[in-house]
């Protein structure tokens, strides 16, 4: 279970963010074009403008599934960008609104 004191993020903006619970685990939804994933609300408060090694989470008929990407984000913005790995380009994603 992730602890986070949201309290004490301030370049994240959370008032707006729809937050998704499955199996008593607290989830954001993350939008591309292409692609929909669901990222851990813990794992999301670190992202960084460093890319980093994360896993994301597809929903499907059997459940979540893993799916090892790597991650960055432009400070003071909602904006990530996601890579399946680290020789391919990022693309853009947005955590979904209320």
Do not use: W
Not at 46 to 61: D, G, N, R
């Amino acid at each position: 279970m992730c602890n986070v004191d949201l309290n004490n993020i301030p370049t994240k903006n959370l008032d707006n963010k729809r937050c998704y619970i499955f199996d008593d685990v607290s989830y954001y939804k993350v939008k591309g074009k292409k692609s929909t994933y669901y990222m851990k609300v813990c794992d999301y408060h670190k992202i960084t403008i460093k890319q980093s090694a994360i896993i994301l989470y597809e929903y499907t008929l059997n459940g979540l599934i893993q799916i090892k990407s790597y991650i960055k984000s432009i400070e003071f913005s909602d904006i990530i960008f996601i890579a399946p790995t680290i020789d391919k380009h990022f693309n853009m994603f947005d955590l979904e609104k209320i």
